[in-house]
């Protein structure tokens, strides 16, 4: 991509010619408004996501859309898809696509591997907007997530009993920006599965879980790591808590220009997880301003990690210090009983 080009992408994500967006206002709403008839005016960071401001508006019409199942491809720039209830997996493989105030379904199949609802991995797919849908699948998946892939922006979806919420990472090959915006959402009751070919110990639920790529705004969310038990499933051994809530790690591509701020984080083994992987000398990112919450995997004797960190001389954690309890607006600090841990 032309440095040129690249800088007008940036500003257009709100990420900046050179780094990350400064901090949003310090006061947020603890009750979102539950009418949405103003939603177009609600500022990332500034409420907190429920299921009253997130998905599709309430009181809308949605027609029935290719109700037969099949995967529904993208080819056309262009496309408008809006207060539409939509049936199969949806491939977006041209430029500027909006999918908008509709509900979505997913395949009624077994998919043959990671996809999701919304599939974003081609290489033609660039500026997507996805934006005020409800995104549960009719038949869940451990192949099957509810976003993935690059060149997209989300925002204000409510997302549930996918196996992972969104996925993000660049094209491997091909540019090493993924350009994602993940704005407003609300995401929880990720579906587990103890039978996942991917891992012998069963799926690992990630929220939102960020695999590589630079251009990556995650801004007043709220997500939960927690699971339901799928269909023929044993239970996870864990109970309720999932894999990590916030993943960053880099095992597609290094993160570059990554923000991660105020958004309202729990649940899981790991609410935030920040991992260098073994391809990079380092990894650099923002955290910083975020709520987390208390109801993490209890690891024993009360050893809970909010954020876990797996290296503490390859990470660079701008703001890690910043982030708070939600409970008592209280700074996270470093400890097993404080909120942060350095697993070396």
Not at 33 to 59: C, E, F, H, Q
Request: aromatic share 8%; net charge positive.
């Amino acid at each position: 991509m032309k440095p040129s080009t690249e800088l007008s992408r940036r500003k257009a994500l709100g990420l900046g010619a050179a780094g990350v967006v400064g901090a949003v206002a310090a006061s947020y709403a603890v009750a979102a408004p539950a009418s949405a008839a103003s939603r177009s005016d609600l500022i990332p960071g500034t409420y907190k996501p429920t299921s009253l401001n997130t998905g599709v508006i309430a009181g809308t019409a949605l027609t029935p859309y290719n109700t037969s199942y099949a995967d529904l491809v993208i080819t056309k720039d262009g496309t408008l898809l809006e207060n539409l209830d939509i049936y199969g997996d949806i491939k977006v493989r041209a430029r500027n696509v909006v999918i908008r105030n509709c509900r979505l379904r997913g395949g009624k199949h077994i998919p043959s591997a990671n996809t999701g609802i919304v599939d974003a991995n081609s290489a033609y797919c660039y500026n997507l907007l996805v934006q005020d849908c409800t995104i549960i699948p009719d038949r869940p998946s451990y192949y099957r997530d509810g976003i993935v892939g690059h060149e997209f922006t989300a925002r204000r979806n409510r997302i549930k009993r996918s196996n992972d919420g969104i996925g993000v990472f660049n094209r491997p090959g091909g540019s090493v920006y993924a350009n994602v915006v993940i704005e407003g959402n609300y995401i929880n009751e990720l579906t587990y599965w103890s039978n996942d070919p991917a891992h012998s110990d069963g799926t690992h639920n990630d929220g939102i879980q960020v695999q590589g790529g630079q251009n990556i705004r995650i801004v007043g969310n709220t997500v939960v790591g927690s699971i339901v038990t799928g269909a023929g499933s044993a239970p996870s051994p864990r109970g309720t808590h999932g894999g990590c809530t916030i993943m960053l790690q880099q095992n597609v591509a290094k993160l570059a220009n990554v923000l991660v701020e105020r958004n309202w984080v729990d649940d899981g083994q790991t609410s935030i997880n920040i991992a260098v992987g073994s391809k990079y000398a380092d990894i650099v990112v923002t955290v910083q301003r975020n709520f987390l919450g208390r109801n993490q995997y209890d690891y024993g004797n009360g050893s809970k990690y909010p954020i876990r960190i797996i290296s503490r001389a390859k990470s660079k954690v701008t703001g890690l210090y910043i982030n708070r309890w939600e409970d008592n607006n209280v700074y996270l600090a470093e400890g097993r009983d404080l909120g942060i841990r350095f697993d070396s």
